[in-house]
C-alpha cells in the first residue's frame, strides 16, 4: 500500500494476563475511512484504544509490539503526545457537562493548558464548528452547556473538539450506535466530508455503514485480523470463510 | 393471602415512618415550650448580648454562638486538606487495590472510636502541645480553649467529609475522563478541568455535613475547650460551644430560667444542625438526581 499513515507490527493488547489481539498486522491508508469490524467482544474497541494507547489507562492494559505514526513507534512517545496527534470520539456521546458548547470545542487546549488568544480560540471554535457540520445549529448559543443538544448533535460536538486539536488521525468507536438514522446520515455525510484533511478509522458493526462510507474494511475475529482490504472487494468477494459468514449474518 | 400480607407491611413501614415525624416534630414543639420562658425573661438581648450569669440571671447566648461557629469552621478547615487528599487519593488515583482498602479501613475506623476518647487524647495529648506553642507565643498557657477543639473536631470528621467526598469523585463518569485522556490530558489535569468542577458541588454538600457533625459534636469538645462563658478575644481561649455549654451546666440548672435558658440554647443548636444537615442532603439528592437521570 503506498503511503500509510499507521502500520501495526505484531500489535499484542492484553487485559491482565488475557491476551486480546493476537498480533495485528495492519497498514491504515492516509485520508480515507478504514472500518474495523467484526463480532461483539473480538477487540475492536481495543485495537481502536491501543492508537491512541488508551488501553494502557485500563486495569490490566498492557501492548506489544509496534505501532508506527510515520516514522516513529507511539509506544515509545509520551502517551499525552500521541493523544494530541490522534483524536478520539466515543460512542456515547461525552461532552463535558460542566463546560459551555465554547469551551468544549477548545477544551483540549484549556485541559492542557495551553494559551490561546481571544481571537484564536474564536476562529478555532467555528473552523471545528464547521469542519463538524454544527456551526450554524450552535453559533448563537456558543456559551451554553452542550449537554442541552441532542444526541446527534452532542456527538458532532464531541467530533468538532477532535477536530479542534488539528489530528491527524480521529478514532470513532460506533459513534452512531445510539443515535437515530437520521442523525447517522448526518455524521456519516460529515465523515466522508472530513476524509480530505483527517484520517478516519471508525469501529462500526453496521455493515451498511461501512459499506457507505468506508474505503477499506479490516475484519476482526477472536482478537485475529482476518482480512483487511478495498471495503468492496471485501464484502463483494470475501477471501475468509468467516468473513463471509460474517458479512452474511451467521454471527455478530 | 399476600395481598393482605402487603397491605399489612405496608401500614407498617407507613406508621414507622410517621412515627419518626411525629417524633422529632414533638422534640422541637417542646424545645420550643421550654424555652419560651427565658425568650420572655430576655427577649432577643438573649440571642445578641455576651453576658452569661445565670446568678444574676443573665443570659446572654452570644458567647456560645461564637464559640460554636469559630470552633466548627476551624475544625472543617483544618481537616480539609486531610479530608480531600484522602478522598483524591481513593476516589481518583487508586480506587481499588490492598493499599486502597488499607487506607479507607484506617477512615473508617477514626469515625468508630467513641467521641469520650477523643476527648481524653486531646486532653493529655494535644492540650499540653497547645501549651507549650502558647508559651512560645507568650500567651496565657490554657492548653485547653478553641484551638485544641478545632484540632480534635478536624481529626473526628476527616472521615465524614473524606468518605462523602470520595463516593461522589467516584461518581465522576469514567466516559468523561476518558474523553479528557483522549485529548491528550496529563492525570492532575484531568482532576483539575473534569473530576473537581464536576464533583464541587457534591464535595461542598460533604463539607456541609462535617460542618453539621462538628457543630453538634459534644463529649470531646466538652472536654477540651476549656468551658468558660465569655466572649472569646482569640483562638486559644477557653470558650464554650452550644453543645459544651449544655453538657456542662444541665446538672447545674437550679431554677426554671436557667433551665430554660440552657434549653434555648438546645433549640438553636438543633435548628443550625438541622439546617446544615438538610442543605447537605440537598445538594448531595440533587446530584445523585443528575446521575441518574
Ligand atoms: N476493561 C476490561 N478488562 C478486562 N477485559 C476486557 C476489558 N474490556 C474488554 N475486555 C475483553 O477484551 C475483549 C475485547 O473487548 P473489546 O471491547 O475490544 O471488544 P469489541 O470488539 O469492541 O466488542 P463490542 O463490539 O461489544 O464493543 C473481550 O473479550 C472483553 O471481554
Ligand atoms: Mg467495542
Not at chain 1, 198 to 222: E, K, P, S, W
Not at chain 2, 163 to 192: C, F, H, M, N, Q
Not at chain 2, 256 to 270: P, R, T
Request: hydrophobic content about 50%; overall charge neutral.
Amino acid at each position: 500500500m503506498e503511503n500509510p499513515i499507521l502500520i501495526t507490527e505484531n500489535l499484542k493488547a492484553y487485559y491482565g494476563n488475557h491476551l486480546v489481539l493476537k498480533d495485528i498486522n495492519l497498514e491504515i491508508p492516509r485520508l480515507n475511512i478504514t472500518a474495523i469490524m467484526g463480532p461483539s467482544g473480538c477487540g475492536k474497541t481495543t485495537l481502536l484504544r491501543c492508537f491512541n494507547r488508551l488501553h494502557e489507562l485500563s486495569p490490566g492494559g498492557r501492548i506489544e509490539g509496534q505501532i508506527w505514526l510515520g516514522d516513529t513507534d507511539i509506544l515509545s512517545l509520551d502517551p499525552i503526545m500521541v493523544r494530541r496527534r490522534i483524536g478520539m470520539v466515543f460512542q456515547r456521546p461525552n461532552p463535558f457537562p460542566t463546560m459551555s458548547i465554547y469551551d468544549n470545542v477548545i477544551a483540549g487546549y484549556k485541559l492542557n493548558g495551553m494559551k490561546l488568544s481571544r481571537v484564536e480560540a474564536d476562529e478555532i471554535v467555528e473552523r471545528a464548528l464547521r469542519g463538524a457540520a454544527l456551526w450554524d445549529e450552535v453559533k448563537d448559543i456558543l456559551h451554553r452547556r452542550g449537554t442541552f443538544l441532542s444526541g446527534g448533535q452532542q456527538q458532532r460536538l464531541c467530533i468538532a473538539r477532535a477536530l479542534a486539536m488539528n489530528p491527524e488521525v480521529i478514532l470513532l468507536d460506533e459513534p452512531t450506535s445510539a443515535l437515530d438514522p437520521k442523525a447517522t446520515a448526518h455524521i456519516e455525510e460529515l465523515l466522508i466530508s472530513l476524509k480530505s484533511r483527517v484520517t478516519i478509522i471508525i469501529v462500526t458493526h453496521n455493515i451498511g455503514q461501512a459499506g457507505r462510507i468506508a474505503d477499506y474494511t479490516a475484519f476482526l475475529y477472536l482478537g485475529e485480523l482476518v482480512e483487511f482490504g478495498p471495503t468492496e472487494r471485501l464484502f463483494t468477494a470475501p477471501k475468509d470463510r468467516r468473513t463471509e459468514e460474517y458479512l452474511s449474518g451467521k454471527f455478530g | 393471602m399476600k395481598q393482605l400480607s402487603d397491605t399489612l407491611f405496608n401500614a407498617v413501614v407507613r406508621s414507622c415512618a410517621i412515627g419518626t415525624l411525629i417524633l422529632v416534630s414533638g422534640l422541637c414543639v417542646t424545645l420550643v415550650i421550654h424555652a419560651m420562658p427565658v425568650f420572655r425573661h430576655s427577649g432577643l438581648s438573649f440571642l445578641f448580648t455576651s453576658t452569661w450569669d445565670p446568678l444574676r440571671q443573665q443570659f446572654g447566648a452570644l458567647p456560645f454562638l461564637v464559640g460554636t461557629v469559630i470552633t466548627a469552621v476551624l475544625g472543617v478547615l483544618i481537616s480539609l486538606p486531610f479530608s480531600l487528599s484522602i478522598a483524591f487519593f481513593l476516589g481518583e488515583y487508586f480506587p481499588s487495590g490492598k493499599l486502597s482498602i488499607f487506607f479507607q479501613s484506617a477512615t473508617d475506623l477514626l469515625a468508630g472510636i467513641p467521641s469520650v476518647i477523643y476527648g481524653f487524647w486531646g486532653l493529655f495529648v494535644v492540650a499540653p502541645f497547645m501549651q507549650k506553642i502558647e508559651i512560645r507565643l507568650g500567651i496565657m498557657p490554657y492548653g485547653v480553649g478553641i484551638a485544641t477543639a478545632s484540632i480534635i473536631l478536624a481529626i473526628m470528621i476527616v472521615p465524614y467529609t473524606a468518605s462523602i467526598a470520595r463516593e461522589i469523585i467516584k461518581l465522576v463518569p469514567s466516559d468523561l475522563k476518558e474523553a479528557a485522556y483522549a485529548l491528550g490530558a496529563t492525570r492532575w489535569e484531568v482532576v483539575r478541568h473534569v473530576v473537581i468542577p464536576y464533583a464541587h458541588s457534591g464535595i461542598l454538600a460533604g463539607i456541609l455535613l462535617a460542618l453539621g457533625r462538628a457543630i453538634g459534636e459534644t463529649m470531646a469538645v466538652t472536654m477540651v475547650i476549656g468551658n468558660r462563658n465569655e466572649f472569646p478575644k482569640s483562638i486559644f481561649d477557653p470558650a464554650n460551644t452550644m453543645a459544651s455549654v449544655i453538657a456542662n451546666e444541665f446538672a447545674e440548672a437550679s431554677d426554671d430560667i436557667y433551665l430554660s435558658a440552657l434549653i434555648a440554647v438546645a433549640l438553636l443548636l438543633f435548628l443550625f444542625t438541622t439546617v446544615m444537615n438538610m442543605f447537605g442532603r440537598f445538594v448531595i439528592k440533587k446530584l445523585t438526581v443528575r446521575q441518574e437521570s
